[in-house]
């Protein structure tokens, strides 16, 4: 029977990772279980910084955005002196699986930890950007999608009252999953992601044919789209219509904080509660994730970023709605 585990939150924060370190702890706490808190990651266990976790530690935190473990990105876990410390103060601690939760990289980290020290480590999935395979759902993402629709909203009523263009940069790198999604919801006239090549060109066409009938326009970019960001299309639509009044927007870090929803909260509880009932059944390297409603664990090694592909259809509908 297990009996100490360690917990920590690594790489990019996420709202809800607080719901889920009080999942966590509370399942641990009830099964008799003893809980280290590694405090800003991997940097936690190298420098063996952790608090004991109570039932307290956790009180008021459910409805709370970032993380109380805080969180960090470890140069010196990649290294071979910081990953050997690492492994000596889990062996001291006497602690015998962990939960990560954190994205692609930290479990990459995890893999690399596991090849040096006997122990079952299981991962929550935290960030906003969804685009990990092993699970529908990932800590941060609703809530992040929900901040996003409120600021186009305000945008668009300022947007009308002015009759201008705003463009919008939104977090996702890699994926435009945020910019996808809120695009549709936010009702926006036009869509900039990774997964959709050309746009840029589709974005010409599309400005060619606005006239000034419509008050308000607003344009999505994933940050990570091929078009350079949200300054570059905006000099491009100018270039095009010149006549038209345009602002751009930056939404930023506002995108990564904030209360989580609902269904942010329900989600993270989920899989931090299977992660503490996993470690007790000898589960081990391996991402509890939500698939179809159901709880699903997929080894690490297959847990790597993906690109949501975008159907024709898709494209067409967004097309069509934004018309
Ligand atoms: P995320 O978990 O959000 O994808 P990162 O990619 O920055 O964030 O990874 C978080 C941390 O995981 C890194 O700072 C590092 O400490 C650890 N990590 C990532 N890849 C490896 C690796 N190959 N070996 C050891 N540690 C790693």
Redesign the pocket.
Known sequence: MIKRIGILT???DAPGMNACIRAVVRTALYNNIELLGYLR???GIIDNQYVVMQRESVSNIIHRGGTVLKT???????TPAG?QQAVNNLQQSGVEGLVII????????????SKHIDIKILGCA??IDNDLVGTDYTIGYDTAINTVTDAIDKLRDTAESHDRVFVVEVMGRDAGLIALRTAIASGAEALLVPEMHNDMALLGERVRQWRKTKSSRIVVVAEGDEAGGAYKVADYIKSIVPDFDMRVTVLGHIQRGGSPTCMERVNASVVGYHAVKGLMEGRRNELVGIINREVVYTPFLKTV?HKETLDAGMEEMIRVLGS
């Open positions: 690594s790489g990019g990651g991997y940097d960090a990105r470890s140069p010196r876990f990649m990953m954190g994205g692609d990289g930290s479990f990459r980290g995890a893999v690399e930890l935290g960030t970023k």
